[in-house]
């Protein structure tokens, strides 16, 4: 069965963006209802509504998020809000790159006149990425290791959360 009148490096980047901004606006809600509740709930948010649709959005666009990670690690965006600026864009080329190779097949059917350009922009353009991947996975490790107490019993570690009396 040929579908050649589908075009799906258009309908795939249009249904999953709008469901991904659905998403993405309905988990915003649900953020500003938990920021109003703040210590309301005892053990945290409960999972369904508040935590499922972050779990539903991430699961259907989980390439996405991965790809976009070292983006968000170089812009320091810190907030929800701030990073969906970042992966609704993401979700969208993820989605029309799935529609072309879906359109052109897995391992495409015409030749490139230019192929020993586009293997070397992608190389230095994939290379680019994991440098900005390794030092921010190394960012992030030197802050944890500085950050994060060791528990030494020669010490009276007290947690941060423990308020300690007068005197």
Known sequence: MKHDWIRF??????????????????DYENNR??????????????FWPYQAIYLLLFTINAPAFVLS?????LLNLQTLSLQYGVWLPAIVGWWWWIGTRMDCGILGRRSSRHAKLVAGVLSTVSLILLYV??????????????????????????????VSGPG
């Open 9 to 26: 490096r258009l309908v795939l980047p249009l249904v999953f963006g709008f469901l991904a901004a659905v998403l993405m606006t309905r």
């Open 69 to 73: 990670m070292p983006i968000l690690k």
């Open 33 to 46: 209802m938990v920021g109003l509740m703040g210590m309301g709930w005892d053990m945290g948010p409960p």
């Open 133 to 162: 991947a390794a030092r921010a996975s190394l960012g992030e490790l030197h802050w944890w290791m500085e950050s994060v107490p060791y528990a030494d019993p020669s010490q009276n570690y007290r947690p941060s959360f423990v």
